[in-house]
């Protein structure tokens, strides 16, 4: 039963970090930004290979600083 709560933990962080980088990847980013935030997903990313749990938190922090910078989601 775990294991099915791990897998679902996986698809869920890899359906938002997947929206993450479209959102990033967004025109009007500007380029300064685009990098930090590019920067930010891919330790994100890295870290959901260590630490699922860790990797989601971050990517809450993220997601909302996303939205209080006004990146409309894709």
């Known amino acids: ?19 993450a980088h479209a959102r990033v990847a967004s025109p009007e980013v500007p380029d300064a930004t685009r990098r930090e935030l590019s ?17 989601a938190r971050r990517l809450d922090v993220l997601t909302a600083e996303l939205d209080e910078l006004g990146i409309p989601d894709r």
């Open 1 to 19: 039963m775990e294991r099915d709560g791990q897998l679902d933990l996986y698809r869920v962080v890899a359906a938002r970090l997947k929206q």
């Open 39 to 55: 920067r930010r997903l891919l330790a994100v990313t890295a870290a959901a290979k260590h630490d699922l749990a860790d990797a």
